[in-house]
Structure formats: C-alpha cells, structure tokens
C-alpha cells in the first residue's frame, strides 16, 4: 500500500491551501483517514480525522478553519484537507495516515504518506 501526498507550498497568513492524499495498492477496504502535522522541534500531532462512516474529529486549533473529506468511491482511496484561514502556526509538514482492511479477515494496517510541507509566512 502506498499513500501519496499533495497540495503543500508556501502561503500568506489569512490564506488557503488543500492537501490531498491518494491510496493505492492492495487494499480491501479503508477505515479511518487522517491528517497529522509535526512542526520543528515538536512532537506530530492529531489535525484531522475521518471515520469509514464519515464522522470527523479536529484538533481545537484548527476546528472552524480545516474541513476533512474522503472519496472512496471507485476505488479513489482520497483524503483531502481544506486548510482556510491559515495562520502562522501552521506551518509544519503534513502527514497523511489512512488504516487499511487488508483482507476480508479484517486485518488491519495503519499506512503513513511521505510529509507536505505547509509553510505560512508573509
């Protein structure tokens, strides 16, 4: 399973950016989708979350601002980010994670992105 990330670059504060990440590979099924970030010199952290159902769960720095979304229709495996209002904090690289059914014995595995580096600064 791979997962390929996108939508990352430079942006004023105020402004926008959507990242978006792809699943490819042998895969069953997807269930949770989600989008952490690591800044320098600190630890990675929860930004979103989306379930298999579609129930979704922020970090309080971002709730009103970020909005998760995930397409698992014809096989697109996707999970996107809209980032809005960005702020200076912002800035740290992106990681995507998606937990896949591996089987229809209900193994699962946990599947991490590359990083997109998300930079906000005027």
């Known amino acids: 399973v791979q997962l390929q990330a996108s939508g990352g670059g430079l942006v004023q504060p105020g402004g926008s950016l959507r990242l978006s990440c792809a699943a490819s590979?042998?895969?069953?099924?997807?269930?949770?989708m989600g989008w952490y970030r690591q800044a320098p010199g600190k630890q990675r952290e929860l930004v979103a979350i989306?379930?298999?159902?579609?129930?979704?769960?922020?970090a309080d720095s971002v709730k009103g601002r970020f909005t998760i979304s995930r397409d698992n229709t014809k096989n697109k495996n996707t999970v996107s980010l809209q980032m809005n209002g960005l702020k200076l904090e912002d800035t740290a690289v992106y990681y995507c994670?998606?937990?896949?059914?591996?089987?229809?014995?209900?193994?699962?595995?946990?599947?991490w992105g590359q990083g997109t580096q998300v930079t906000v600064s005027s």
């Open positions: 994670s998606v937990v896949v059914v591996l089987s229809a014995s209900g193994a699962l595995a946990p599947f």
């Open positions: 590979g042998s895969i069953f099924s997807i269930g949770a």
């Open positions: 989306i379930l298999s159902g579609g129930m979704t769960n922020y």
